[in-house]
């Protein structure tokens, strides 16, 4: 069964005045001229994306579409009018995001997380900025500590919520964000806690024990190389970020460990490697 919305396995079936007929054995769609590449033979396999174009004929294309149905991606929106907006995917048809599926109102050129999905009536694609909307809330697949991938899908006034390994949904605390951060971005994360509520607090850092060791072993390393580094116990986070990518937290305690140790001494912005 040939599916709308997806890439499907078909092959070149027979050429005709449009285009070429392409097959899954049972069903065909036509792939226009206008989308048929070179070099490409009658009885060769393909992987199509399948869509309804603008005069609602279900047709094919072998581009690289830049989002497909049960899919998350960032998307621009090309025209906007009373009902809802046109978000850009690669094909001559864009897809419609409607008013009563918008997040906040959606402005001409601007770039936002939507949920691409096939409409059960019109079988046309739409897309929903109310992501939450079409993510699990329980079940969850990892514990506290775990590294998960994530998707930024918008800022609040708390810091950025992001997509877990695209089934949830988590939120990143501005003061556990020490780099630049942007809606569409996909990064590695971590889960900092899983609430009683079930809400997820999520952090860029490695937590653990673990992670300050190799903190430890990272510092002392580039101390031996060159022997202070101007930061310390007052530097910001930002600075302290951009120099070993940890949190300041983290910092501190790997610092506090060498200190201990006699490794290293301290100041409010340096720590210089102790002399043998």
Known sequence: MITIGKYNKLRVAAKNSQGLSLTDGNSEVLLPFAEVPKNIELGDDVDAFIYLNKDGNTVATLKEVLATADEFALLTVVSVNDDGAFVDIGVDKDVFVP??????????????????????????????????????HDGYDFDEGDS???????????????????EFIGLLYH????????PGQRTTGWIKTIRVDGKID????????SHILDTKDYILEELKVVGEINLGDKSSPEEIYNRFQVSKSAFKKAIG???????ITLSDHQIKLVKE
């Open 99 to 136: 008013k009563r599926e918008q997040k906040k109102p959606m402005e001409l050129g601007e770039s936002y997380v939507v949920y691409v999905f096939v409409d059960d009536q019109s079988n046309r694609l739409l897309a929903s900025s109310k992501v939450d909307e079409f993510l699990a």
């Open 148 to 166: 998960v991938d994530l998707l930024i899908v918008d800022k609040s006034d708390l810091g950025y919520n992001a997509i877990i390994n695209d």
């Open 175 to 182: 003061n556990e964000v020490f780099s630049m951060v942007e």
């Open 202 to 209: 999520l952090t860029l850092q490695p937590s653990g024990f």
């Open 257 to 263: 460990g060498l200190y201990k140790e006699r490794l």
